[in-house]
């Protein structure tokens, strides 16, 4: 799909841009300047400034006055336009610049030169007042004769002088062989093992045969030793692999390391206390996406924002949000909800999904035999709402069901009943950009299927689980839950354009088969009603192999009502069955998992991993360990707790994908408003937060650029500019959530 940062350049800005053409000049044989006057010799020409922004020559370079006081990088910024880039060609890019007073950051582009202004590639380095040489290589997404190169310099709160020399960016380099570091080659959980659980690791290493391991506890002493067990050649990272079961040993403590081969594995611990914090941490990230609502530093020290998207100028907001144009005679108050991930969007399909994962995260805890409602409960996650004698998950998930509901079509209106797929900004925008700073547009797109029964699943879920709260508001949901099912079968195939991707994600999905399935088994979960176990009962899809490779998603969702039909207490005839298919489904998982030499239940046909494929593992093993939930087998119980394994470590780049959890961990997913790497003022994305992970597709100009050829595992970049390997959303944190949650209460 098609989905970018865009700098938003005013009109003046692009009238004031000098169009002056000089030859470009080759450099090399193969090698082609496309900057033109990058030297600054003797003029600035061809160089534009924004109106605010005043730029002269000084010593051979160009300076130029910023002012403060701007909200955006692209209020100040100077730049050259009508630029050709060639799709697949690499470039280098590189430029002098330096900053007074220092510490500065200018955001230096390479886009488009006229609206929706794609960025195509960006760097934002802090500048020093000596000045230093900065240079990239990217590879061109696109094919234009309309590109340009700017660098940004707005958002500062008081004026700063910048100034650039030999400025290039040069055409027909070769493409730069991108090594991650990946540390040592012993591969292990960095966070926790837990103490009476499985524990397994992997040795990347050119021996055919098997060699010696030891277990090492903080003080260096050997406490347990072995023998790998060669796994040759691995498919999911092109690796010679051995692996390593020291599960016999059932000790606790701090920094164990492992050791074979000459190598020592990064620390790691054996105990449960980590768990209890990632099942808080992971849904304390809900809070601080949350819209609508100023988040207070006190609750989240580092992480204190204004509300975003309350009308509140340069907020446009979400109060009186009308249709794209033509589209509908009314405007919604949409106020509330979670941002979906690092842009400003708001998706039915994926906030459904989310909502039901934490809502089910707290149903598991009511009804598995592990499960302990009491961690979950008031005062859990510090949340504006604690105190209130309701569960902390319950208050934080009623947050988006309670911007769910306001999405439904009124009655009277054309479609009433239906919920409106999504809302979100008219263009794209650039980062970093508080959601309180965003001044786009904000429209309402069209009501699908889909997004309708995705509102009639969650709200009808809802309606059990709030009911012992607040019947109220029990009752509301399940109202909206009954219209929307009605809408969508008098709608049963509007389905959302997929090319609708301009200013937020597309979600595209042509068949609500799976929606119709889950919302029957939500809606007679909650009412017991023969309508509904009928429609379950004929529905295809409740006897269909719904658990492929991939696992479950907002595209995918027969799952959640599978899951539940087999978990939630039912008198659905034939409900033996259900569960029996949940325990089939969780076996071939198994089976994957015991294939792998990094020991994950995923295994994509053709090894090519989706977008966001760290929650599809840990998917995968939510099915695992609901076998447990119901069968007791620790089979299930242990292959659900080594799923964990790779997400927080035990991987081919050696990373955890949760930030703050292990040695190395994911830190700079893309995200408008944890931003760090493009503003040190801005925080890391919070404790908790799950990357999206490897994807063999690489969406992303930045991913292209460091990644092209990747084998899967190893398709993934932590950069905040790699939206399609490195994001954070709300979907695959709740799976995250679940999964914590659950290992947690193995403890
Ligand atoms: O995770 C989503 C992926 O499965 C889809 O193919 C893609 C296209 O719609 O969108 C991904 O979700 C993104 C959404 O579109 C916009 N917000 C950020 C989401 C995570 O990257």
Not at 197 to 224: F, I
Request: net charge negative; hydrophobic share 35%.
């Amino acid at each position: 799909m098609k989905r970018r940062r865009t700098a938003l350049l005013s009109l003046t800005a692009l009238l004031a841009a000098a169009l002056t053409a000089l030859p470009a000049a080759p450099a090399g044989a193969d090698e082609v300047e496309q900057v033109r006057n990058g030297t600054f010799d003797t003029t600035t020409e061809p160089w534009w400034t924004t109106p605010d922004v005043t730029a002269g020559l000084s010593d051979g370079r160009l300076c130029a006055d910023v002012p403060g006081g701007t909200a955006d990088r692209w209020d100040a910024a100077v730049g050259q336009n009508d630029i050709t880039l060639v799709k697949g060609e690499s470039y280098r890019f590189s430029f002098k610049a330096s900053g007074v007073p220092e510490g500065h950051v200018v955001r230096a582009i390479v886009g488009l030169q006229t609206a929706p202004y794609d960025t195509w590639y960006e760097v934002s380095p802090q500048l020093s007042a000596s000045g230093d040489s900065y240079a990239y290589t990217f590879t061109s997404p696109v094919d234009s004769s309309q590109a340009q190169v700017a660098f940004q310099a707005g958002g500062a709160a008081d004026a700063w002088r910048l100034c650039l020399d030999d400025v290039s960016l040069l055409g027909g380099v070769p493409p730069e062989v991108y090594q991650p570091d990946t540390g040592p080659r012993v591969r292990v959980n960095q966070v926790a093992y837990l103490p009476a659980g499985p524990k397994n690791a992997t040795l990347v290493t050119g021996a055919g045969t098997r060699l010696p391991w030891q277990l090492r506890n903080a003080d260096g002493r050997t406490v347990a030793h072995g023998w790998t067990v060669p796994r040759g050649s691995d498919v999911s990272s092109g690796q010679n692999v051995h692996s390593i079961d020291f599960g016999a040993f059932h000790g606790r403590g701090k920094d164990f390391t492992l050791v074979a081969d000459g190598e020592t594995s990064r620390p790691f611990a054996i105990g449960t206390g980590a768990y209890e914090q990632l099942r808080l941490d992971s849904l304390k990230y809900y809070y601080t996406q949350r819209s609508g609502i100023a988040i207070r530093d006190d609750l989240r020290p580092g992480y204190g924002r204004p509300a975003g998207h309350l009308n509140a100028a340069p907020n446009q907001g979400d109060a009186q949000v009308p249709c794209q144009a033509g589209r509908c005679a009314y405007t919604l108050d949409v106020t509330g909800g979670w941002y979906d991930a690092g842009d400003h969007g708001k998706y039915i399909v994926n906030g459904g999904i989310s909502t039901w994962e934490l809502l089910s995260t707290y149903e598991r805890s009511l009804h598995a035999r592990t499960g302990q409602p009491g961690r979950l409960g008031d005062g859990s996650l510090a949340l504006p709402e604690s105190g209130n004698k309701v569960p902390d998950v319950l208050d934080e998930a009623r947050w988006e069901l309670e911007f769910l509901l306001k999405m439904q079509v009124p009655e009277g209106q054309p479609l009433a009943g239906m919920a409106h797929s999504k809302v979100h900004d008219a263009q794209w925008t650039g980062l970093p950009l508080l959601p309180s700073d965003d001044p786009q547009p904000r429209e309402l797109h069209a009501p699908t299927t889909q997004a309708t029964l995705n509102l009639a699943a969650t709200a009808a879920q809802a309606a059990r689980l709030y009911r012992p709260y607040d019947r109220a508001f029990a009752a509301k949901a399940l109202t909206a839950a009954r219209t929307a099912w009605r809408a969508a079968l008098a709608h049963p195939e509007t389905y959302p354009d997929p090319n609708d991707g301009t200013g937020g994600g597309a979600y595209p999905d042509d068949n609500a088969s799976d929606e119709f399935y889950w919302a029957a088994a939500e809606l007679y979960l909650t009412t017991g009603e023969q309508e509904f176990a009928h429609h379950v009962l004929t529905s295809p899809v409740h006897t269909a192999g719904i658990f492929g490779p991939l696992g479950f998603d907002w595209g995918r969702t027969a799952a959640a009502g599978r899951l539940d039909l087999a978990t939630v207490p039912n008198a659905l005839p034939g409900r033996d069955e259900v569960r029996r298919s949940v325990i089939r489904a969780a076996d071939s998982y198994l089976a994957t998992a015991a294939s792998q030499p990094y020991g994950m239940p995923y295994a994509p046909d053709g090894n090519l991993y989706d977008w966001g494929s760290n929650a599809q593992v840990l998917n995968n093993a939510h099915v695992i360990a609901t076998a447990y939930d119901l069968t007791g087998a620790a089979r299930y119980r242990d292959g659900a707790l080594g799923s964990m394994d790779y997400i927080l470590g035990r991987n081919a780049l050696n990373i955890s994908y949760v930030t703050g959890y292990g040695e190395v961990a994911s830190h700079r997913q893309h995200s408008r408003w944890y931003a760090r790497e493009l503003d040190p003022n801005l925080p890391d994305p919070p404790r908790g937060t799950l990357a999206g992970g490897p994807n063999s597709s690489i969406q992303d100009p930045y991913a292209q650029s460091r990644l092209k050829g990747c084998t899967g595992q190893f398709c993934y970049v932590d950069d905040i500019q790699s939206w399609s390997t490195d994001e954070t959303a709300v979907n695959w944190n709740a799976a995250l959530a679940w999964m914590a949650s659950f290992v947690a209460d193995q403890g």
